[in-house]
């Protein structure tokens, strides 16, 4: 009899966490699991491919903060398809954790993905709370355990899991194709930075660092892929900076990957992270990265062997690496064929669903 793994998640767009969530959904062993996904609010784009796959997805219509009929919902569901409960992101492993524990769920486990300085003394009363009745707290990075550990939560409960990344089936996009993509005029080189726009990227040290780019290597372009809440913002900043020459919004992209595999270098400017998706699909394309110095990217990331790590803000020394790393295409090669070996042995598909598969089967 094939176990039943629930994942409950608060949507299906394409954020890290749900991209993570669908990659283990649909490649768990079929002869020993069942796998289900639980949306909490609303659907995405990812629950397509979800269903291609063969995972049953339940969609539940969570309304605002508090909603007693979608508890009732979910309790539900939980009940008819569930032995192991697996939550993603705040909401879901609040909502979701109580709603499994009420309906006497054998294995619950809660899923943290970020260092989350964003939540205040409530949101750790809740997270202190609810780990009476979790089983396990899997995360993608010691980060996040020792940062949750200093707010209260037992360390021995935590699980690190490293994140993995899909291989690309496509063939490496040329320059030529990217700048008739994105309707720019060519150049030589070309950066770039994917994500949503919001302030924890730190998206507004790089509209500066893209401008003094041009300034010192001047046939560069950098290129921005993502939408959100920042946009408007970045562009005026962009503006006041003189740096339309320098830097392009493109939104969101279906396509983002492919650009990537045409980008010289790929930068990231996080202020805080759990493990990015984007620095990983970078890396097993061969493509250098040059990243802020925080623990999500260290972990990721080894400094001047698969890429580049600079002072968080110290928007000179990413100018400075990155023109470095420009004018010397030996060492970008070196570089991006280090990154995608690293990836291959240590952040492998097939690595993460054999993790998360005795997991479970511990657990139990």
Same mark, same amino acid.
């Given at each position: ?5 629930? %994942? ?21 062993? +079929? ?37 007693? +009929? ?5 309790? @539900? ?35 943290? +993905? ?6 205040? +003394? ?5 997270? /202190?709370?609810?780990?009476?009745? $979790? ?5 993608? $990075? ?53 994500? @949503? ?16 780019? /041009? ?16 946009? %408007?913002?970045?562009? %005026? ?10 830097? /392009? ?23 805080? &992270?759990? %493990? ?21 990217? @260290? ?13 968080l803000g110290d928007t000179g020394m990413l100018t400075k690496t990155t023109n470095n790393l420009l004018r ?16 291959? &042995? ?11 598969? /005795? ?6």
């Open positions: 009899m094939r176990l039943k793994i629930c %994942q409950i998640i608060p949507t299906l767009v394409e954020g890290g966490a749900e991209k993570q969530m669908a990659l283990l959904a649909t490649h768990l062993d +079929r002869e020993q699991f069942e796998s289900h996904v639980i949306v909490l609010t609303h659907s995405g784009p990812l629950e397509e491919s979800l269903r291609s796959a063969g995972v049953h997805v339940h969609l539940i219509g969570k309304c605002g903060k508090v909603d007693p +009929r979608a508890h009732w919902r979910l309790k @539900r569901t939980i009940r008819r398809i569930a032995n192991v409960v697996h939550t993603w992101l705040f909401a879901a492993n609040s909502y979701g954790r109580y709603a499994a524990h009420r309906c006497g769920v054998p294995v619950i486990i809660a899923g943290e +993905r970020c260092v989350d300085p964003w939540k205040s +003394r409530w949101h750790f009363m809740v997270d /202190r709370y609810l780990q009476k009745f $979790t089983t396990r707290i899997a995360t993608n $990075t010691g980060a996040i355990t020792q940062f949750y550990s200093q707010h209260g939560l037992d360390s021995a409960k935590f699980a690190v899991i490293p994140n993995a990344v899909l291989p690309s089936q496509e063939a490496a996009l040329s320059k030529e194709e990217l700048f008739e993509r994105l309707r720019i005029p060519p150049r030589g080189r070309v950066v770039g930075a994917i994500g @949503r726009l919001w302030p924890q990227k730190g998206y507004r040290d790089l509209v500066w660092a893209s401008e003094l780019l /041009r300034v010192a290597y001047e046939d560069v372009w950098t290129i921005v892929v993502g939408d959100g809440p920042e946009l %408007q913002r970045l562009q %005026q900043l962009r503006d006041k900076y003189h740096a339309h020459e320098a830097l /392009r919004f493109v939104g969101h992209r279906s396509d983002a990957k492919q650009l990537l595999s045409a980008f010289d270098t790929l930068w990231n400017g996080s202020l805080y &992270e759990g %493990q990015s998706n984007t620095i990983l699909e970078a890396m097993s394309l061969g493509v250098p990265v040059v990243a802020s110095d925080i623990p999500g990217n @260290r972990d990721l990331v080894i400094n001047d062997e698969t890429g580049y790590l600079f002072p010397d295409p030996e060492r970008m090669q070196r570089l991006g064929a280090a990154a995608r070996h690293r990836v291959v &042995e240590n952040f492998s598909l097939q690595g993460m669903i054999s993790a998360y598969e /005795r997991l479970y089967t511990q657990c139990l």
